[in-house]
């Protein structure tokens, strides 16, 4: 019989709480029986959610109350310090005390990044932990990192970042050998800004990955590499384009295929293969986004989102600990930091 995954959704963080959080634990509780949910957040208000659905494992589903909410706009610092009952502090808290395996959240994403490096805490020998995305490609899908969590990161930030995503890639997505590339303005090695030509020669010298050099913005969603390394400010950039572009392409093919009698007649013989090409580019397909390197699995989604991507990131939580990837990323960092990272420790 399966280990029980202990994952712990923040039922008030998002534009959609605490309706597409519950919705999305008992979804997820619905299809799989190896996973146990603690909902976090206001007692009442998750309980009145909960009576929506009848036919629920009941057992596999926790509400732990808490009294505070930490909203998008305030200050992440001074508020995982200031609202300890909180549900995003009291979810981290949970994984800190391993009580949990995992805490999902849609909530302020300042927040998350601090409360999961202050509480929850970096693995030995992470510098930076940075956040993972998984994007559709042509060929599949590639992991973004880091799109949000170190905007000034330095060389050696980057390469650990290379190497936490050759990690996950290998275990979680099954890529053997992951292609790693580094973004920048060109392909050749002499081409980029001063973080990206100091940082190229030491992924090219890294003996653990298999690092490809340089990835325009183009051939991103071409899938050309499986982890597309950057620093949080570019990979936020392509990751919201990214999303953007998708959904104004899908609005104008929609209204296209309506415009005329005859595009009407085309939409309907096209329409189950179109669904199903659409889905491939669907975000929420793929769960949240991971942030890599600490003790415990921290996954941010986005603040809007639905009750499936939700669901997906819960589903991501379970297959992170069933492959030991905080284990197998704390190794392999672990045992290449210097002595000095490790006395900074």
């Known amino acids: 019989m399966a280990e029980t995954v202990r994952v712990v959704v923040d039922a008030m963080g998002g534009d959609n709480a605490p309706t597409e959080p519950v919705k999305g634990a008992v979804d997820a509780v619905m299809e799989r029986s190896d996973i146990l949910v603690i909902l ?7 309980e009145e959610e909960l009576k929506k659905y009848q036919n629920y494992p009941k057992e596999r589903i926790q509400v732990v109350n808490t009294t505070e909410v930490i909203e998008t706009a305030e200050a992440p610092v001074m508020a995982i310090r200031k609202k300890k009952d909180s549900s995003i502090v009291v979810g981290l808290n949970m994984v800190k005390k391993q009580e949990a395996d995992a805490f999902v959240s849609s909530g302020s994403t ?12 970096r693995s030995k020998g992470v510098e930076r932990p940075p956040l993972a995305p998984l994007i559709p490609t042509e060929k599949g899908v590639s992991l973004l990192i880091d ?8 060389p050696s930030h980057l390469v650990q970042f290379a190497k936490m995503g050759s990690i996950y890639m290998e275990n979680v997505v099954g890529v053997k050998n992951p292609r790693v590339a580094i973004v920048n ?27 490809i050099g340089s990835i325009e913005a183009r051939d991103i969603p071409a899938g050309y590499a499986d982890v597309v390394v950057c620093e949080a400010f570019v990979g936020n950039v392509i990751l919201k384009l990214y999303e953007g572009l998708g959904s104004t392409l899908v609005k104008m093919l929609k ?25 491939a580019f669907d975000a929420s397909e793929y769960g949240g986004a991971p942030l890599l390197g600490l003790k415990g699995l921290v996954v941010k989604t986005h603040g809007s989102a639905k009750a499936i991507e939700i669901k997906h990131a819960i589903f991501q939580c379970v297959q992170f600990k069933q492959e030991k990837i905080n284990e197998k990323i704390a ?14 420790e």
């Open 147 to 154: 799109c949000g969590a170190n905007v000034d990161a330095r």
């Open 40 to 46: 976090t957040g206001k007692q009442d208000v998750i």
């Open 185 to 211: 303005n060109g392909a050749e090695e002499e081409k980029g800004n001063a973080l990206v030509k100091e940082t190229f020669p030491l992924l090219k010298e890294c003996k653990s990955i298999n690092f």
């Open 110 to 121: 300042g927040a998350i990044l601090v409360g999961g490096q202050v509480l929850v805490g």
């Open 255 to 279: 209204a296209g295929m309506m415009a005329t009698t005859r595009s009407k007649v085309g939409a309907l013989l096209v329409k189950p293969a179109m669904k199903e090409t659409l889905k």
């Open 331 to 344: 190794e392999r960092i672990g045992e290449e930091a210097s002595p000095k990272e490790e006395k900074a």
